[in-house]
């Protein structure tokens, strides 16, 4: 099973904060799409996010469990 997780910073504000998980759920969503094209059932895929003050941008992260 593949975890795709979206990863958005966790500073800068509510608003911000919004707008950043939102665009990075839609880059998760664009990666497990590429994982579909290239044979990767759906069924194998899982689709997580959260946020991380760690993070200074949008992050995808791919995890094979």
Request: glycine letters at 8%.
């Amino acid at each position: 099973i593949f975890e795709v997780m979206a990863v958005a910073p966790s500073g800068g504000g509510a608003g911000r904060v919004a707008l950043a998980s939102n665009q990075a759920r839609r880059n998760a969503e664009a990666v497990q799409r590429s994982l579909q094209r290239m044979g990767l059932p759906n069924t194998r895929v899982t689709m997580t996010s959260r946020t991380s003050d760690q993070a200074q941008n949008n992050e995808v992260h791919v995890f094979l469990n």
